[in-house]
């Protein structure tokens, strides 16, 4: 039984809240309104009578509001499981952590798969195109009704790292700390290569429709399959990937042929066949596309102010991450330390490359839990 | 007017030769027969009166015998035109350069596209499944056919470069030397990954139609310009692609949406489409699984006798390359070393990854030069 995992949060639902409504709607980064607006989200451990033991956590690209925990039947845990519970780096004896859907996402809170309540279709393309910082003003208005002033910590994985950097240097008084980890400041050239082709493999399957797919009762799965299974090339380093599967024939013997031969294959086409059955098209291209603009340090001039309150950042990057290096995460270093901010930098040894954020190697655990512990000790 | 050029071979129009034939059909490795089988290559530069001077050119993966000079009426030279010419490193004025399509591909030499005279239609999948081997084959046949009893080298790149290691160890007495370039004796699991994605990208085509789409009247163009457009990211070092390309919007300025916002996207699109044109989505998947299963090295044996009369080899990498790294050529070089085999290795210094054995970098083109010097020193 799950919930008898000592270190497990145990069963846990999604519950979903309306943050902006027609009357007062969402306004947006480019000016433009959205509303209604839902918003997916968990909490998990118990919010101190002081209110200053919240932590958010932000979910990358393809992640959700279920961070922790077991859905009720669930026989796997929620993303982030090995992070937050009893006892674990998040510890909910001590912590309460708030978890949420994207805005844009498909898992709950409002995106371009969600019924637009004025012409009672799917938005599809005509969802408004997002910036990062929609993202954090949609998870601040679930902070404040969850009736936190401060956060004593907001923390995420490569997009949900971004976001946290969004968070931190846009509105610094919403939190004391922040940790950012595998994350990139700014997407270069081969960055966004990727996920062009991505998009273009969506957008080119036959059954996207102009992204009005869902209500023509097709899905573009062989577009999102593809670019699921390039992706995860990307998310797992070259070495691990060698270790894990090397050339082993998928079948009992080598049969050539252009179906699965390999392991590697096997193992490639079933994440893109699991992805299909949890994730959008349409959320693939919006998410993917906010982290593409994505450059907060494009003006300096935004971080002048931000020492005056400072937010302690820790950034953490893995060595063998090639989808966003080291380097990514030194040049958010830079920006910081030369906006006179508090930030420890921690280049972990990982062999797992990018998906390394989503794991619980020793050291990163240990350096995290570190983080948070001295958090605690601080204070708001 | 491009064949003004001093150092160009000039205008140079593809022939082709049948090879075998119905009544002696092509046997490959596999035991299969395939009949008959037409071969399109050029030469350049003139045979010795010894035929003592012939240079063998091998093509990568969307290669053709197309490989100097100008086709009639175009605009672009051949795809390794800075290699051979006149007082270039394969200079025509001494060597005699032969360059072939590779059996299974689409510019002229017989493959899956090949009307197959049996049943009055294009092969499509049924046409047999290749080993390196069966390339090395049908290219001794041409230099047979050319009446050279005795190559005085093959070079390639990539999988030019695997061709080659296949024909100077599985036939040393073919070739006096051998120039190995940016290639690998083991596809590991990333690149088996990435070549299973673009796989996926084709047969997942609506078009592809089971290999039948060319009697069928379409073209599975959406797949095949993805596959080529996540290739075209993997032959191209991360740093080259920022410096081309950074962030720079492909406008005038940024106007966010999913079409091409960025210069590098446009500049993946034009890869695709370009692709179309030129290459066939069944030569696509039929060499790519020759290069997965490609493993001279498995059984070391085979390399017992090879020291009798030793091909000299030059395996060359380069340092920004991440599809082929350097750690393939020195696994190549190790197993010649131990066959006790005459190996020169260099890694050569190059910011643009992959597609550096296409350029002609000072140092890579000093290293070539100094080689196939050498070898026309030493004759056969």
Known sequence: MPHRDPGSVGVVETQTVRLFSDDQPLVLADGSTLGPVDVAYETYGTLSDARDNAVFVCHALTGDAHAAGYAPGAIR??????????????????FFVISANLLGGCQGTTGPSTLNPDTGRAYGLSFPLLQM??????????????????????????????????W???????????????????????????????????????????????????????????ARMM??????????????????????????????????????????????????????????????????????????????????????????????????????VRHLERAQLPVTFREIKSPWGHDSFLLDGAQYHATLTAFFDRALEEGL
Chains 1, 2 share one sequence.
């Open 77 to 94: 845990p929620g993303w982030w499981d090995n992070l937050i519970g009893p006892g674990r780096p998040l510890d909910t004896d001590r």
């Open 133 to 166: 910082s929609d993202f954090v003003t949609v998870h601040r208005a679930l902070v404040q009704h969850l009736g936190i002033a401060r956060l004593l910590a907001a923390v995420g994985g490569s997009l949900g790292g971004m976001q946290v950097l969004e």
């Open 168 to 226: 931190a240097t846009s509105h610094p008084d919403d939190l004391a700390n922040a940790v950012v980890v595998a994350a990139s400041s700014r997407l270069n050239a081969q960055n966004i290569a990727f996920s062009a082709v991505a998009r273009k493999a969506i957008m080119s399957d036959p059954d996207f429709r102009d992204g009005d797919y869902a209500e023509l009762g097709v899905n573009p799965d062989r577009g999102l399959a593809t």
């Open 231 to 332: 992706a995860h090339i990307t998310y797992v380093s070259e070495d691990a990937l060698s270790a894990k599967f090397g050339r082993t024939p998928q079948g009992e013997a080598i049969r050539p042929g252009f179906d699965v031969d390999f392991a590697v294959e096997s193992y490639l086409d079933h994440q893109g066949e699991a992805f299909l059955g949890r994730f959008d098209a349409l959320s693939y291209l919006y998410l993917t596309r906010v982290m593409d603009y994505f450059d907060p340090f494009a003006d300096t001039s935004a971080l002048a102010g931000l020492a005056k309150r400072p937010v302690k950042f820790l950034v953490v990057s893995f060595d063998s991450d090639w989808r966003f290096s080291t380097q990514h995460s030194r040049r958010i």
